[in-house]
């Protein structure tokens, strides 16, 4: 385990380095710490599974945790420590997790009204009107946003606990189309703010923090807006869902959201039948004609 840690952590993105330490140090070591490597067996593989499975760990996080035993026991295997792998689970079946979104545009607005009291407003805004991930959002630097070409270049995440940037999820490089009204609530934040990269920073001029944004911050702005309970990132699912029901292509929606499926960005939209049906054009009407250029984007509210 330590040689695991020592030698190929350090060789992977720092934020699964730290999520792989995670399952080593509190689930692996405790079940496999007084067993010799050369005898484990996949007796013992299903019973370590047995006992996570008997906790409350969520299936996929018992999967990343056998994940990770897997790659250890092969890297045993290059290395020379054993022969063979005696891993030979199949993964548990992971159900699709739908997160609530905020389908009626009321809420939306009464949501933005209620963050416009708050230092906080053009980030709430972006994660609307883009649906970036948290992440990406605390990432965004100055330099990433064009005022010129009215795009924004997400490259990279900023990840609280290591104080450092990280790639973007899938390492999924993307540019993302802003509207006028999202260019003018973002050039005010960039001028507004006194740190040397963030567009999005406290009242002391900080870096903001992704896990108080999500909490406190996040809770208090749904108390006030009156609106039903959502989790942050269930603003990326608003943004997706708005983008299809105004008439946006899934394909484009997938390069948007940074996915390297486009089966993940039909569950991040809700693409039941009803959904579907609401982006059929009647082309006997002028007002149907949907704009898809390369440059259009969700414009939830006006500016």
């Given at each position: 385990?330590?040689?695991?840690?020592?030698?190929?952590?350090?060789?992977?993105?720092?934020?699964?380095?730290?999520?792989?330490?995670?399952?080593?140090?509190?689930?692996?070591f405790p079940f496999f710490?007084?067993?010799?490597?050369?005898?484990?067996?996949?007796?013992?593989?299903?019973?370590?599974?047995?006992?996570?499975?008997?906790?409350?760990?969520?299936?996929?996080?018992?999967?990343?945790?056998?994940?990770?035993?897997?790659?250890?026991?092969?890297?045993?295997?290059?290395?020379?420590?054993?022969?063979?792998?005696?891993?030979?689970?199949?993964?548990?079946?992971?159900?699709?997790?739908?997160?609530?979104?905020?389908?009626?545009?009321?809420?939306?607005?009464?949501?933005?009204?209620?963050?416009?009291?708050?230092?906080?407003?053009?980030?709430?805004?972006?994660?609307?009107?883009?649906?970036?991930?948290?992440?990406?959002?605390?990432?965004?630097?100055?330099?990433?946003?064009?005022?010129?070409?009215?795009?924004?270049?997400?490259?990279?995440?900023?990840?609280?606990?290591?104080?450092?940037?990280?790639?973007?999820?899938?390492?999924?490089?993307?540019?993302?189309?802003?509207?006028?009204?999202?260019?003018?609530?973002?050039?005010?934040?960039?001028?507004?703010?006194?740190?040397?990269e963030a567009v999005f920073?406290?009242?002391?001029?900080?870096?903001?923090?992704?896990?108080?944004?999500?909490?406190?911050?996040?809770?208090?702005?749904?108390?006030?807006?009156?609106?039903?309970?959502?989790?942050?990132?269930?603003?990326?699912?608003?943004?997706?869902?708005?983008?299809?029901?105004?008439?946006?292509?899934?394909?484009?929606?997938?390069?948007?959201?940074?996915?390297?499926?486009?089966?993940?960005?039909?569950?991040?939209?809700?693409?039941?039948?009803?959904?579907?049906?609401?982006?059929?054009?009647?082309?006997?009407?002028?007002?149907?004609?949907?704009?898809?250029?390369?440059?259009?984007?969700?414009?939830?509210?006006?500016?």
């Open positions: 385990m330590e040689r695991f840690e020592s030698i190929h952590l350090p060789t992977i993105k720092v934020g699964t380095a730290e999520r792989y330490k995670i399952d080593i140090r509190y689930r692996i710490k007084f067993r010799r490597l050369d005898q484990i067996t996949a007796l013992q593989i299903h019973e370590f599974r047995r006992q996570l499975q008997a906790g409350t760990l969520a299936k996929k996080s018992i999967n990343h945790a056998t994940d990770v035993l897997r790659l250890m026991l092969n890297k045993a295997v290059k290395w020379g420590y054993v022969d063979r792998n005696p891993y030979d689970l199949d993964r548990l079946k992971v159900e699709a997790k739908e997160y609530p979104w905020w389908e009626d545009p009321g809420d939306i607005s009464k949501a933005l009204e209620a963050a416009a009291n708050t230092r906080y407003y053009a980030l709430f805004r972006t994660a609307l009107e883009t649906g970036m991930r948290l992440g990406e959002l605390v990432g965004l630097s100055k330099a990433d946003v064009s005022f010129e070409r009215g795009q924004m270049r997400v490259h990279r995440q900023w990840l609280d606990k290591q104080k450092c940037y990280g790639s973007c999820k899938g390492n999924n490089i993307r540019t993302i189309p802003m509207h006028a009204g999202l260019a003018s609530v973002l050039k005010t934040a960039i001028e507004n703010s006194p740190h040397p920073v406290t009242r002391t001029g900080r870096r903001v923090m992704a896990r108080k944004m999500a909490g406190e911050t996040f809770e208090l702005v749904k108390l006030r807006a009156k609106v039903p309970d959502i989790v942050f990132h269930g603003l990326r699912h608003t943004f997706a869902s708005h983008y299809m029901l105004n008439g946006g292509i899934v394909w484009d929606l997938m390069q948007i959201l940074g996915h390297a499926d486009v089966k993940m960005t039909q569950r991040y939209a809700h693409l039941s039948p009803r959904y579907l049906n609401a982006g059929v054009v009647d082309w006997s009407r002028s007002e149907s004609l949907t704009d898809h250029s390369p440059n259009r984007t969700l414009k939830i509210v006006s500016s």
